[in-house]
């Protein structure tokens, strides 16, 4: 049982160390900064560990990359803001080798257990 659990987790490791050698791959190509490759990272992370995922794993990159590149923000010349960092949403799904159109036909599916809510009454 023991060289069971040693065998998972250096499975885990060494799909962890493709999953970023593929987010650095991807990152380059779009000439990202840092700090959004970091938060790439943290969620792509944090939804790998509470979903199964379906589909492949630079496609779900591209998604949390295309998040993460809409948190940020870019000043202009006027002393102002421009919401994300400028990267297109066309050239994320070139780069990570994902037509627009597979995207609309049928996205990566996400498995997960339904949590039932209760709707509360408005006040």
């Given amino acids: 049982m023991r060289g ?3 065998s998972d987790s250096e499975s885990g490791r060494m799909e962890e160390s493709s999953v970023r050698r593929s987010l650095e791959t991807l990152c380059q190509e779009l000439n990202m900064d840092e700090q959004t490759a970091t938060e790439t ?3 792509f992370t944090a939804i790998w560990n509470t979903y199964t995922l379906e589909g492949e794993v630079v496609h779900w990159l591209a998604c949390s990359l295309y998040a993460a590149c809409r948190k940020g923000s870019t000043p202009t010349v ?4 421009m919401e994300g960092n400028c990267v297109s949403l066309t050239r994320i799904l070139r780069t990570a080798k994902l037509r627009s159109v597979s995207v609309n036909a049928a ?3 996400v498995r997960h257990t339904t949590i039932w809510k209760i709707p509360t009454r408005a006040r």
Avoid: A, T, V
């Fill in 78 to 81: 006027g002393k102002g803001l």
């Fill in 41 to 43: 990272m943290e969620n």
């Fill in 4 to 6: 069971e659990e040693s």
């Fill in 107 to 109: 996205p990566p599916r």
